[in-house]
């Protein structure tokens, strides 16, 4: 855990306007998070991108916008009211309340962390004629250990798909897990408890009034997929996106952003013939660790991980998962769905949900591959992999949002050299020129040097400054916040100049 990284996130995050504990005056509310004057801009810059990838640039992918409230028995379908449960547990002496397969999982990433010490020892001692593919199979203690997580493993798989709550209660005992906390494992039994935020419609308090906030916005696409096929008339394969707003009564919401109990996801749903699922789910496996390379982030901060409890609707799922300060996490899921919403949506609201195939002259129900991303771990990631301290060759030091450029907050910040002598003037018809075709900010408060620094702290690529030479040869001063290289150019140039570094194109 690089618990300091973290911490500068958080209050990085806080200082520069991109992320607010929810209400605040009143001391914020518990897992909840409002994003500032940058944190829109970014949030909005990631939904755009995810958008042209998955909209834009598959022509057999199209958007949605449904509802948050759905009728209640979507939910009663799709599972989420018997089964959108999390197994709880609870230590006696600290009164904390944990997730079972959450302790476990940390469980076994403390073993993996062992492994990879003893490589990182290795790796130091052989210098050059290191193997580690080599010295990850051959090396006593490192099999051992991974014959012990497979072990852990098959318990697991065993105690949840049975949904045996004591067969978990007993592997927690059984590995010796303690509390963090207390450092005791005086535990409770393992409970179910249900995710799902309700509330009443109109004036009546009977159960027929009762609706849920939707846990994920899946299901608005679900009923919504013969609609859009034949007002599209879409022919398989073809994919639904949506991002919005989910809802979640998380057990134990922390982490900053990461598990918030109001979060926004930014899902496909893309509908295949059966028994196409594997080629499909691979395909977009690639496709997702792809995206998210384009954002720069490094091989090694990403990876697969197969999901051993898969959950009741999928047949294959795993998540991609990002080094976050607190270690590796879910970041995205891609799980093949089967049949099991539609389905279920059929049988319960007795309205048929086959698709007509004319190639093979039949109808049947579609299978699924989705790809599901939570907006705000992605902003979470961004600023986790982007936010560094640099020593510069003078002694002094500058902290920097090194963010890809088309994602930045603000593309160009605007600065008069001074506010008199028309400098204020000519730089606020700059701004006006640019701030149609970007994001622009003009600033003339504080020192230049204060100004570069406060715009390398929002990540903001390009810093123009308008000086007294402006006024005789068109020509500005351009920093570059990665380089802090500094050339004059002419006025006329710099739409272009910006374009070629923030457009979104260059991420393709
Ligand atoms: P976890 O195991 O971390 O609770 P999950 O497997 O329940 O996540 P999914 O149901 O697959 O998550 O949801 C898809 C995506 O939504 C996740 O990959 C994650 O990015 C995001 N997400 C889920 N729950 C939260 C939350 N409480 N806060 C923020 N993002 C979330």
Redesign the pocket.
Known sequence: MNEEHFKKIISHSKEFGFIFPSSEIYDGLSATYDYGQNGIELKNNIKKYWWKSMVQMNENIVGLDAAIFMHPTTWKASGHVDAFNDPLIDNKDSKKRYRADVLIEDHIGKIEEKNNKDVKKAKKRFGNDFDENTFRTTNGNILRRNEEIKTIESKMEVAFNGDNLDAIYDLIIELGIKCPVSGSNNWTKVRQFNLMFSTEIGSLSDDSSKIYLRP?TAQGIFVNYLNVQKTGRKKLPFGIAQIGKAF?N?II?RQF?????E?E?MEMQFFIKPGSQKEWYNHWKETRIAWHKSLGFNNEDLRFHDHIKLAHYADAAC?IEFKFPFGF?????IHSRTDFDLKQHEEHSKKKQRYFDPELNESYVPYVVET???L??MFLALLSHSLKEEELENGSSRVVLSIAPPLAPTKAAILPLVKKDGLGEKAKEIYHSLKLDFQCLYEEKDSIGKRYRRNDAIGTPFCITIDHETLEDNKVTLRERDTMNQKRVLIKDLSTIIDQKTNMKTLF
């Open positions: 994920e979640r998380e919401a952003i990461f598990r918030m109990r979060f996801q998540d996490k879910e970041l995205e899921g599901s991303i939570g705000d771990r």
